[in-house]
């Protein structure tokens, strides 16, 4: 009887340490990707002729969908750059795509795409272009427009200020930026009416408290016979700068015109935001983490973190023992900015050995 026992004891140490092998080899292998990006809601029309070939209408699907996510993390001057991308580069970063829904009417057919580009491959054909991406960080902005007409020596704030009325009508899926204006209210105006002369000076902060966000941007829209000068206050928590910009031959009474001229304000302000929140690519920083396998819920959490990261160029497994799981991480950024992430995350390191341990 104990010589069974101690066989089926045995064979349990056995079975034990070949499944431990096997997670060791598995996991010392594989490859924890941070996520891809996706884009959805591509939708294309094409009419249903001799001709139609549906392969054509998925592939401008990806096209379509590629210079989307561009649009989103490349500032307005590189994206120019690489405008003459082949199709089968652009497929090359695709890791799925999905056909949402596909229907005819009159004769024209739709579809509705979801597509996945893999995040690394789209992050090294960008550098190979020499063009740096941003994070996909989307933001709140309290946005003020205020229209000074120079010459009558008088501002339009709420009422009769196109610029405010029309402001949030171009909004496209791939700003980053959404803004929130301000309620019509007297007081507010009072406000501004009586600092007109030091305008330029005032900060705005009156009526900025108002609401609760960290960041805003007051733009200060002055209109005379020549040209218009917008001089933009943008503050993000407690950083603020000054933008200068000038447009010629724009007429505030011409549809035409107003909503070019919001249109390129906000060009400026998204490649603002994406300026101040750019990838430097080049930079692989390999950072050595380790963590306790006794905490399940925090390497959930660490590996959740790290997969919303878009500073992550990637992360793998490189050991696993009955104590620790070691992670080797590729970071395009330096290691006070990781540390301030994962900070964010209320995930703490200790960092006085050469591997850092997840506390």
């Known amino acids: 009887m104990k010589f069974i026992n101690k066989t089926i004891h045995s064979k349990n140490l056995y079975i034990f340490f070949i499944f431990l092998s096997l997670n060791l080899f598995f996991f010392s292998t594989v490859k924890l990707q941070a996520k891809a990006f996706e884009i959805n809601n591509i939708v294309i029309s094409r009419p249903f002729e001799m001709n139609f070939n549906k392969n054509d209408v998925i592939n401008e699907g990806f096209k379509k969908g590629f210079f989307e996510l561009v649009s989103s993390i490349l500032i307005s001057k590189d994206q120019k750059k690489i405008n003459q991308i082949k199709l089968n580069e652009i497929k ?16 024209i057919y739709y579809v509705n795409l979801g597509v996945s580009f893999n995040k690394k491959k789209v992050f090294n054909f960008l550098e190979k272009k020499n ?15 205020i229209i000074i007409d120079e010459n009558k020596k008088d501002f339009l704030f709420f009422n009769d200020n196109k ?44 009526v900025i408290d108002k609401y609760d966000l ?23 928590r407690d950083n603020t700068i000054l933008k200068n910009d000038t447009f010629s031959e724009i007429n505030l009474d011409n549809k035409n015109d107003i909503e070019n001229l919001i249109i390129n ?72 900015i990781f540390l301030k992430n994962m900070e964010d995350k209320n995930l703490e390191l200790n960092t006085q050995e050469k591997i850092w341990t997840l506390k």
Not at 137 to 142: I, T, Y
Not at 220 to 229: A, G, M, V, W
Not at 273 to 302: C, G, H, M, V
């Open 92 to 107: 090359g970063m695709i890791e799925t795509f999905t056909i949402k829904e596909e229907k005819f009417i009159n004769e």
């Open 131 to 145: 063009v740096f991406p941003s994070t996909l960080q989307r933001k709140k902005f309290l946005f003020i427009p």
């Open 163 to 206: 610029i405010f009325a029309k402001w949030n009508n171009f909004s496209k899926s791939y700003h980053l930026i959404e803004y929130i204006l301000p309620e019509e209210d007297l007081e507010d105006f009072n406000l501004i009416k009586n600092r007109y002369d030091l305008i330029e000076q005032y900060d705005f902060r009156d």
């Open 214 to 236: 960290n960041s805003s941007i007051v733009a200060l829209i002055f209109k005379n016979k020549d040209e218009i000068r917008i001089l933009s206050r943008i503050t993000d």
């Open 265 to 336: 304000m906000k060009t400026i302000y998204e490649d603002f935001w994406k300026s101040a929140n750019q990838i430097n690519t080049s930079i692989k920083l390999t950072l050595n983490i380790k963590a306790d396998n006794e905490n399940d819920s925090k390497i959930f959490r660490f590996e959740k973190a790290l997969k919303e990261n878009d500073l992550v160029y990637g992360y793998s497994i490189t050991k696993f023992d009955k104590n620790f799981t070691f992670y080797k991480i590729i970071f395009n950024s330096n290691p006070n």
